[in-house]
């Protein structure tokens, strides 16, 4: 699993409260990567991050905004979550030619 | 950017059976794929790759096929068993393997 985690695993929070969800891995990977998972959609990209303070955008970023202040931690902020963004987040590292993967975060905006 | 989809949503087949999860994409220059497998409740876990140069690979069980000429891989699973049931996701990264692009996915369902 290249020793990444995610937390919370799960949340419920209301419409227009900020979130935090938290990857943290333990392999000093440099690719670090914030997805989405919805039904039909398969996973898309957030937001990715190739180096401690260097972010870029995925195709589906607004009303996310990323930190990453350490090699091992990528956060990823729902600055005023909406009940769009009800959905399953996984993070990734990149090492090779390959994607690992962190077990999920379900969320529910209601 | 790149584009890559798959045929099926959903796909049934009987416990012993060969299974056959098909992929397309869009951009003929692309080079390299990957076959993910996802169970419930968990992150997608990588299965098998191939690269362009290559018209099949095969692995523990699961074969894939790239046929360039109408950019379509599908990925086989020989004598299906019940712990094979999962979605199946085709990706394809970047030249630089700094981005992944993943398809919507297939739910295989192993039916006893």
């Known amino acids: 699993d290249a020793g990444i985690t995610q937390s919370p695993r799960h949340k419920v929070t209301e419409t227009g409260t900020p979130v935090t969800l938290r990857c943290h891995q333990t392999e000093n990977h440099r690719y670090m990567y914030w997805y989405r998972q919805d039904p039909g959609h398969g996973l898309r990209l957030i937001h990715y991050s190739y180096g401690v303070k260097d972010t870029d955008k995925g195709e589906v970023s607004d009303g996310y905004s990323v930190s990453r202040s350490k090699t091992e931690d990528f956060l990823l902020t729902l600055e005023s979550a909406t009940s769009s963004q009800t959905s399953v987040y996984f993070c990734?590292?990149?090492?090779?030619?390959?994607?690992?993967f962190g077990p999920g975060t379900r969320l529910t905006v209601t | 950017g790149e584009s890559v989809g798959l045929h099926l949503p959903t796909l049934s087949v009987q416990e012993g059976d060969n299974s056959i999860i098909n992929c397309a994409y869009s951009n003929s220059a692309s080079d390299y794929f990957i076959w993910y497998k996802q169970e419930s409740g968990k992150g997608p876990q990588f299965i098998i790759d191939?690269?362009?140069?290559?018209d099949k690979r095969q692995g523990q069980r699961v074969t894939v096929l790239l046929n360039k000429t109408v950019k379509h891989l599908s990925l086989q699973i020989a004598a299906t068993q019940p712990g094979d049931s999962a979605v199946y996701f085709c990706?394809?990264?970047?030249?630089?393997?700094?981005?992944?692009?993943f398809g919507s996915g297939t739910k295989l369902n192993v039916k006893p």
């Open positions: 990734a590292i990149s090492a090779g030619n390959e994607q690992y």
């Open positions: 191939i690269r362009s140069n290559m």
């Open positions: 990706a394809e990264p970047t030249p630089n393997f700094n981005k992944f692009y």
